[in-house]
């Protein structure tokens, strides 16, 4: 089984149709987040995948993705009530 690993996905969009499409394409993978950044844990095909329908989703020209692969080998920090993310045993994409 390949292993997930951790990412910050973050975006900016100038339209709001767009923006909705945006935020539910990254719940699709995300474990947790706030407005727009999300924890998402990801194969490298679901990268790919997420990458990919982002692409076609945003205007290139007003709109910004990023999608960072955060080290594994470094400790995740919280403040307050906020919790340690966490890969969950399986995903429901659909």
């Known amino acids: 089984m390949t292993q997930r690993l951790l990412h910050l996905a973050c975006y900016d969009v100038s339209e709001p149709r767009r923006l909705i499409a945006a935020l539910k394409l990254a719940r699709v993978y995300a474990t947790g987040g706030q407005k727009s950044v999300h924890e998402l844990f990801l194969t490298p095909a679901e990268r ?13 020209e007003t709109d910004r993705f990023l999608l960072l692969r955060l080290d594994p080998r470094s400790r995740v920090h919280t403040l307050g009530k906020a919790v340690q993310p966490a890969d969950p045993d399986y995903f429901y994409v659909g």
Not at 48 to 59: F, H
Request: charged residues 25%; without cysteine; hydrophobic residues 70%.
């Open 48 to 60: 790919i995948a997420l990458v990919e329908d982002m692409s076609a989703l945003l205007d290139l």
